[in-house]
T-cell receptor, first 115, second 109 residues
Framework: NAGVTQTPKFQVLKTGQSMTLQCAQD?????MSWYRQDPGMGLRLIHY???????DQGEVPNGYNVSRSTTEDFPLRLLSAAPSQTSVYFC??????????????FGEGSRLTVL | TQLLEQSPQFLSIQEGENLTVYCNSS?????LQWYRQEPGEGPVLLVT?????EVKKLKRLTFQFGDARKDSSLHITAAQPGDTGLYLC?????????FGAGTRLTVKP
């Protein structure tokens, strides 16, 4: 069972470059989200989606774009990378349960370094 | 400022000791989740608590949700090296899930 798959696992960018982190899930989950994890900061929510065609901002959305054209895929785009975006990025998905979020299933993470 | 404050940030103990870690907030949550994360991997759900005052046990792990649903604790009895990891609490509404900074636990053999 694949679950949540993220690519690439590692990436080095130069300041100003753009790139897309890919996330795919095969569990037919309506809800998908992106987090970044920095030392001492825990996981911070960047963007999330409650279904195809619907996206919303989280806690730290600036500098990132997302789209949700299918249930399975939720790519995260960095438009012009900055050193402050050096982090480990996690994609997560779950079934919606009304107001209460179900168990989040995480990918293995994508480690991004911006020079 | 973190919505969810976890303490302590770091904890290093010997195998066999007991420990408690805390997750506190000024906000009320309909539920709180606890996750454990190992190096190089994503977090994995341990438990969800949904009722104020609720206590859930998972083998040597005991989770409690505060009566006011603003805080939670995780108690580990007779810790083992396999318990080593980052313990994260998470809460939120309408799929806007926020995480605490975590407690990094090291259990030495």
């Amino acid at each position: 069972n694949a679950g949540v798959t993220q690519t690439p696992k590692f990436q080095v960018l130069k300041t100003g470059q753009s790139m897309t982190l890919q996330c795919a899930q095969d569990m037919n989950h309506e809800y998908m989200s992106w987090y970044r994890q920095d030392p001492g900061m825990g996981l911070r929510l960047i963007h999330y989606s409650v279904g195809a065609g619907i996206t919303d901002q989280g806690e730290v959305p600036n500098g990132y774009n997302v789209s949700r054209s299918t249930t399975e895929d939720f790519p995260l785009r960095l438009l012009s990378a900055a050193p402050s975006q050096t982090s480990v990025y996690f994609c997560a998905s779950t079934i919606r349960r009304g107001r209460r979020t179900g168990e989040l299933f995480f990918g293995e993470g994508s480690r991004l370094t911006v020079l | 400022t973190q919505l969810l404050e976890q303490s302590p940030q770091f904890l290093s103990i010997q195998e066999g000791e007991n420990l408690t870690v805390y997750c506190n907030s000024s906000s009320v949550f309909s539920s709180l989740q606890w996750y454990r994360q190992e190096p190089g991997e994503g977090p994995v759900l341990l438990v969800t608590v949904v009722t104020g005052g609720e206590v859930k046990k998972l083998k040597r792990l005991t989770f409690q949700f505060g009566d006011a649903r603003k805080d939670s604790s995780l108690h580990i009895t007779a810790a083992q090296p396999g318990d080593t990891g980052l313990y994260l609490c998470a809460g939120g509404e309408n799929n806007d899930m926020r995480f605490g900074a975590g407690t990094r636990l090291t259990v030495k053999p």
